[in-house]
């Protein structure tokens, strides 16, 4: 029998988006689904959305929380045996579940994602990037030299049997994903089926574009390494150490603007963006270091696949 996927969908706004979102799962060639959309208190009327669509998923409305709390609501009455992650305004394509899944399950990989296109709606421009080498053991690189889509992700539900602790951070209202993929990746090597099965839509919020999103990630990334092992350089190389480094004392920067001089977020972004070109070229100089180092390593090699 097929295992169950649980497909988690999170929702605040662009309900006339989120009916896009649901119908790519409903249209995928996988059919054994269920579909958590988890309203995170959102003040638009679905209810246009729950007529066409209710029948068909599994609905749940909470208060206000944030992303991280919706998905771990999810993941938490999710039945399936693989939970996949989709946001409310990106979309996949038919056979992303059919053959992730069936690679996933072929190969024994526990976590895996696939290639993406950023998507135009407006004018129906797609722009790939290159993820080749993102794969195997990322631990040493967290947000360096790493390029993912959260929606392109399915997780093996055992992760969470045997870390009953991992979950996304709740306190984070930016970039939680990085929080839970930082932990997972400490155990689990991240597959990749690098084909691109999903587009992620491009508008003015997405966190692909936001400098402040970054730092406050790398800082919560730098927490998180520092809480695990109590040392004053935790991360596991000198370059990562002082890369993180630098993004926390530009969030000390960025917090000065806007808690003591009251800056408005659109300002603080641009502050953001000129005290970051420092780390940002060290990672970027950094990065292709890494990646030299994942073309040479064949050690993870089972967990890569072009999908041809």
Known sequence: MEPLVSVIIPFYSGVEWLCEAVQSVLDQTYKNFEIIVVN?????????????????IVYFKKENGGSATARNFAMRHAKGDYFALLDSDDKWLPTKTEEQ???????????SHTGFSFWWPETGNLKTPNIRYNYGDITKRGGIAFRMSTPSVIFNKKIFIEHPEFEFPEDMKRGQDAGLFKQVCKYYPFGLYDKVL?????????TNLNALVRINVSRYLYKVFKEDNGRRFPVPTFTYNLILRLYCFNGVITDFFTEKLKFSRKNVERIAKLFWILPFSIERVYAKY???????????DRYYTDGM
């Open 40 to 56: 995170d208190g959102s003040p638009e009327d679905v209810t246009a959305f729950l007529e066409r669509y209710g029948d068909k």
């Open 101 to 111: 899944l069936n690679w996933m399950i072929k190969n024994n990989v526990m976590w």
């Open 198 to 206: 999903m587009h992620v839509r491009m508008r003015g919020t997405n």
């Open 290 to 300: 890494l990646i030299h180092q994942v073309k040479t390593n064949h050690d993870f």
